[in-house]
């Protein structure tokens, strides 16, 4: 671990850095992180930044109000969303970029690829980019929800060596140190296991989103990327003297050795079921054999409302899950091929349009 290793990495800072003192933006606690980044560009290592506090920096724009709505909050993010921007430009010396982005987007293959491509662009032109989830836009369909996650999606995005979580605790305790005073701190993990999950409690500030879980969550998916992920103090300026050293200041979750494929690990981690093929529960075929692809008389049911590109869910009637995959046909078609009681219909369809799921395009999935 050290940042002179680094070819790219993701730092994400959550809300409480940002608009600390619930009146806006402040740089009070961003210069150090900011100096970081300005290191590490310094170093040759290139910088995505994950901001969070478009919510926060608004908020005080509007009155006061205990427990926000999603569309207050949402009107929060478009009042704040440039004012986080105008502080963080004002710390570097070099241009930065806002990209703002959806579960919408991430999950659309195409998409994902136009995202990845603006992310490489602006790299290699020596801006810094800046990412945050559009808020104002989402729906509860549409939205990554925290930025935890969405900073791990942007790390696989961005083929990141690793991903630095700034939070406002020192890392992962044993339970929430904000409540516990016997609360140990965790300096490395190499399986997230269940129990890792239960260490892990939500939020107990008023601006963040998804507490230890969702840090949890992110490093899953980046680990499995082969990205090493440390969630980290944003608060103490020692934290990044520390990372420059190639030092671990808070809790360390060791990378895969062998990390997903690229697309495998966006077909599981990133895109998102629309619908599901439900088989019977002694279905035992290999769904990544060529020759054992799934055809519709494999299919005892399809629930959902989805097109032909839309992830499926591939999954036993007991629920056994098996795969995630990229569907040929929409749902609409395949629900027309099972009503028909000619056999023939259904095959004469699949020859021309091929098997259900795309044999490229399959995550297997760890029966559970
Ligand atoms: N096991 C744990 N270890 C550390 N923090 C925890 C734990 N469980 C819950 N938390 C809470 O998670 C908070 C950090 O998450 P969050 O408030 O979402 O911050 P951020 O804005 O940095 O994303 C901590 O302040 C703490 O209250
Ligand atoms: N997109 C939201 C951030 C949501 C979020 O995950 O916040 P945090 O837990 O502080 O990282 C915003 O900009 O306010």
Redesign the pocket.
Known sequence: MSTSHWKRIVV??????IAPYQQGCSSHYLLGIAQFIANCRAQGCQVVLVS?GSVAAGKHRFSDVAEPSVSLKKAMAAAGQADMMATWDKLFDFPSAQLLVTHGDLRDRERYVSIKETIFTLLDHGLLPIINENDAVTTDKLRVG???NLSAMVAAASDADALI???????????????HDD?KLIKQVSDISEDIYA???????S?????????IQAAEKAISHGIETM?VD?FDADTFNQLLKGQNPGTLFTPYDEPMQEHLHWMTHTSQVQGELIVENDFDADLEEQDTQLTSDDVVAVKGNFSVGDTVLVRKGDGTKLAKAKSNYSSCLLHFISDQEDREFANNAQQKTGPLISDKNIAILEQI
Do not use: E, F, H
């Open positions: 994400k800072v959550g809300s409480a850095l969070s925290d930025n935890d979580i700034c939070s406002d605790v020192k890392g992962l305790y044993t339970k929430n140190p904000n409540l609360a260490m892990a409690g939500g939020a107990t500030s601006v963040g989103t998804g507490g230890m879980r969702t840090k969630i944003g």
